[in-house]
């Protein structure tokens, strides 16, 4: 008896069948989640098992009255105010929101990419954590000096008047906001150094928006930065932050080759052009 080949079908149905069983038996490869480690509801654990450094031993005193620093605080607090309600006000009111997923924002412009839990997870896991490590780091100094802020003393406004009760109690000196943004345009700058030019300056810029809000002195963001690069130095021995480092540079190449792009960088740009800081570059 002449037995006739099986049908397209019947073979169809038996290849679906056996890739049926063999995914059953087989555990489904699912990527695990980038989780962001908090101590509670949105305070993240930084990289560092310990402070960083002592900022209290590392900064000097802050310019005292009477001295050349002093004086030089003191125009640049002047030159920030008139730009009150201005587009730099604006941009220094955005910059001023630290919290993710407006956090990861900041610097889109500068590094060229979108920034986001969903593309870029593990460059949003860097900037959050090593935020951690720079906000504690800094606090040491604040408590030293215990420096009021400009506009207690101008009576000024500031860009974020529901936080003018807290700021009232916290110290100026130095910029906690200033040593986060330096530490990641560092780190940032580290992910993608053919951005270091736009990278740096929005760190700059970024610092200057503190002015620009009326609550940090020009010496603040001065020491700030200082306190940044000193965090992000500390960071290069954490091996879970240069993990996290590999696997954020993978993901801006990969938004790169697929062609994402910010978006809002235009405004950000004219309104960056404008700075209470007497610089080359700089438009009154």
């Given amino acids: ?23 059953a038996a087989r555990p489904q490869m699912v990527p695990d989640a980038v989780v962001v480690p908090e101590r509670s509801p949105g305070i993240t654990i930084g990289y560092l098992d310990s402070v960083a450094f002592d900022s209290a031993t590392l900064v000097p005193a802050p310019p005292a009255p009477g001295t050349a620093a002093h004086a030089l605080d003191d125009d640049i607090a002047r030159r920030a105010l008139a730009l009150y ?39 949003v896991r860097l900037l959050r954590r090593s935020l951690a490590d720079a906000a504690t780091t800094n606090r040491a100094a604040k408590d030293q000096w215990q420096r009021p802020r400009p506009f207690l003393s101008n009576g000024g406004a500031v860009c974020t008047p529901a936080d003018g009760a807290r700021l009232r109690t916290s110290a100026a000196y130095p910029s906690g906001h200033t040593a986060i943004g330096w530490t990641w345009a560092l780190t940032l700058v580290a992910v993608a150094p053919e951005r270091a030019d736009p990278l740096l300056q929005r760190g700059r810029s ?16 001065v020491q700030g930065q200082l306190v940044g690069a000193a965090t992000f130095a500390r960071l290069q021995a954490s091996p879970e932050f240069q993990a996290d480092l590999a696997a954020a540079q993978r993901e801006v190449a990969a938004q790169r080759a697929r062609g994402a792009h910010p ?16 610089t080359a570059d700089a438009v009154d």
């Fill in 85 to 123: 309600d201005s587009r730099r006000w604006q941009q220094a009111t955005v910059d001023a929101d630290l919290d993710f997923p407006a956090g990861g924002d900041l610097f889109a412009c500068a590094l060229g990419v979108p920034v986001d839990t969903t593309d870029t997870p593990h460059l």
């Fill in 206 to 221: 970024f610092a200057e928006s503190r002015l620009v809000c009326n609550v940090h002195w020009y010496s603040d963001i």
């Fill in 263 to 278: 978006t809002g960088c235009d405004a950000e740009t004219i309104a960056l052009r404008r700075s209470p800081v007497p």
């Fill in 1 to 23: 008896m002449r037995i006739g080949r099986p049908s397209a079908g019947v073979v169809l149905a038996i290849v679906v069948s056996a890739c049926v069983a063999a995914c």
